[in-house]
Structures are given as C-alpha cells and as structure tokens.
T-cell receptor
Framework: EAAVTQSPRSKVAVTGGKVTLSCHQT?????MYWYRQDTGHGLRLIHY???????EKGDIPDGYKASRPSQENFSLILELASLSQTAVYFC???????????FGPGTRLLVL | GQQVQQSPASLVLQEGENAELQCNFS?????MQWFYQRPGGSLVSLFY???GTKQSGRLTSTTVIKERRSSLHISSSQTTDSGTYLC????????????FGTGTTVSVSP
C-alpha cells in the first residue's frame, strides 16, 4: 500500500503569516497533488507536479505556491495566510503507470 | 459550472437497508474513482472504475460512460458504513488530477 504522509497534521496560523505544509511519499510516484477541502464540499486542486523541480497550477492556485525539491517531497506554501485559506489540505500521489491516487491523512489549517 | 454532481447530498439508513449513490458528469469521462471519507477526514479509495461494474464485498460500482454517470451501491448497510462518499472523475489534462463531487453523507443507525 502506497504511503503518503503529511505534516503538520493540524496548524493554527495568524493572518499574514507564512505557512508551509509538507507532503512525503515513499513509493517513488511521479505525480503529486495538493487539494483543499472546505466544510461540506469536495476537494479542489491547488497545484500538482509530475516531476521533481517542476510544479503546475491547478484550479485554485491564487495565494499558494508549491515546491517539489525531490521525487518524494511536495510542499504547499502560503506566503501571506488569509482567513479564507482555513480548510483541510490533502496531498496525493500517483504512479505514472497506474490510475489510483493515494491520499495523505490531511492537514487541518485554521487561520485566525 | 460544476462538472461532477452527486446525489443525494445526504442519506439516512437503518442497518440492513440498501442504498444507491449517484454521480453525474457534464463532460466526457476519462475515468472514475469512488472514495470513502471517514468521519475523522481521511480518504480511502474504494474503486477505480472507468467503465462497467466492479464489486468489493457489499459495495458495487457501475459506470456507464455514454450516459455520463456512475453509481455506488451499498447492500445490507452497517453502522460502520457511516461517513461521506465522494466520487471523482479524472481530467484528461492537468496531470490527470481529479475533479470531485461534493459528496453524499451516509448515516446508518442500528
């Protein structure tokens, strides 16, 4: 079973502060994704990457940056956190030759 | 507009009852996944089903591409089935990321 871990699992941040969410996968998957989920809604794509040192914008990239320094690690960066970025953030990975995405446990972010 | 629509939004069942959850797409389907989201929030992949019918235990997924729909059937529901069920379709471009529906919250009482 593919393993995707996220840290921190929860975080309280202040408005205007910088937040970094980290994702690590141990299965050498090519694709990695960041999604956010708001209460009562499905997940929406923020950024994704299909190779190390390269990231792509998803559907809602405004206010977020992403970094993929290695095959295993994918970070989501909120340079200036805002109240509207309070949500649960999920990281996922997928091997190139397969179709199933494997999700991490999520990070609950509360911006005050 | 919303490309993936799920129905119903919520469902209350008595243990032992069956249920059918629906997912409809407004664009051509590339592939379909069904997820179960635990009350604590973690996601569990149930099915990857681009077409046809797949079964796993009491769960059955059926995808009909030409009708742009997919369904998840729960038979003989149990209290442990309570949670949120999400369908997601894979986009053809954009790194094959998923477009999610808004989910169906299922509550099974004993």
């Amino acid at each position: 079973e593919a393993a995707v871990t996220q840290s921190p699992r929860s975080k309280v941040a202040v408005t205007g502060g910088k937040v970094t969410l980290s994702c690590h996968q141990t299965n050498n998957h090519d694709y990695m994704y960041w999604y956010r989920q708001d209460t009562g809604h499905g997940l929406r794509l923020i950024h994704y990457s299909y190779v190390a040192d390269s990231t792509e914008k998803g559907d809602i990239p405004d206010g977020y940056k992403a970094s993929r320094p290695s095959q295993e690690n994918f970070s989501l960066i909120l340079e200036l956190a805002s109240l509207s970025q309070t949500a649960v953030y999920f990281c996922a990975s997928r091997p190139r030759a397969q179709d199933t995405q494997y999700f991490g446990p999520g990070t609950r972010l509360l911006v005050l | 507009g919303q490309q993936v629509q799920q129905s119903p939004a919520s469902l209350v069942l008595q243990e032992g009852e069956n249920a059918e959850l629906q997912c409809n797409f407004s664009t051509s389907l590339n592939s379909m996944q069904w997820f179960y989201q635990r009350p604590g929030g973690s996601l569990v992949s149930l099915f990857y089903n681009p077409s046809g019918t797949k079964q796993s235990g009491r769960l059955t997924s059926t995808t009909v591409i030409k009708e742009r729909r997919s369904s998840l059937h729960i038979s003989s529901s149990q209290t442990t089935d309570s949670g949120t069920y999400l369908c997601a379709m894979e986009r053809g471009q954009g790194g094959r990321a998923l477009i999610f529906g808004t989910g169906t919250t299922v509550s099974v009482s004993p």
